[in-house]
């Protein structure tokens, strides 16, 4: 009978507190894990190849054209539709020329009062004189960036 009234009663906050902060260190533990070292894994034998679900020739990697690879993750993270022409020869400075290709028209007002017009990204960049890939031509897109930066209308 006295068990059954122990059992009844309210827990006090005492004890709530300990099996809280009970429950958070064997979390803490949990996660924390251990410091033994990870088992090696173990290597191929030499001339065998891995296959790797999506390696579609089995040549022990994805490639680009390949069922397992993801144009969002992997590579330079930009997918076959996302590149506009203007931009297929960029080379190493292709994300900032598909940023620059999405940009709208846009334009400003001086202090003067004239007007400036600015044509969309895509027409800027076929406007360069600056051979695609080259530093001169990333130099070039990087000066678009800074303008559009300065004067675009802020949303």
């Known amino acids: 009978m006295r068990l059954l009234r122990l ?6 906050p005492a004890a709530l507190f300990a099996a ?12 924390l894990g251990t410091d033994a ?14 296959a790797l679900p999506g390696d579609d ?9 390949e069922s397992g690879w993801d144009c969002r993750t992997m590579g330079n993270r930009l997918c076959g539709g996302d590149v506009p022409p203007e931009c297929e020869r960029a080379g190493d400075s292709v994300q900032l020329c598909v940023t620059v290709a999405a940009r709208a028209p846009y334009g400003w007002t001086n202090a ?4 400036v017009d600015v044509p969309d990204g895509r027409a800027m960049i076929r406007d360069l004189d600056e051979t695609p890939g080259t530093a001169p031509w990333a ?10 930066r300065e004067h675009a209308p802020r949303a």
């Open 57 to 65: 020739n089995a040549d022990g990697r994805i490639d680009e054209d």
């Open 139 to 148: 130099d070039a897109l990087a000066a678009l960036d800074a303008e559009y």
């Open 112 to 115: 003067d009062g004239s007007t």
């Open 7 to 12: 059992m009844a009663r309210r827990p006090r």
């Open 37 to 50: 070292p990870a088992a090696p894994a173990a290597e191929p034998a030499p001339g065998v190849t891995v």
């Open 20 to 31: 809280g902060l009970a429950t958070a260190l064997l979390g803490t533990v949990g996660v």
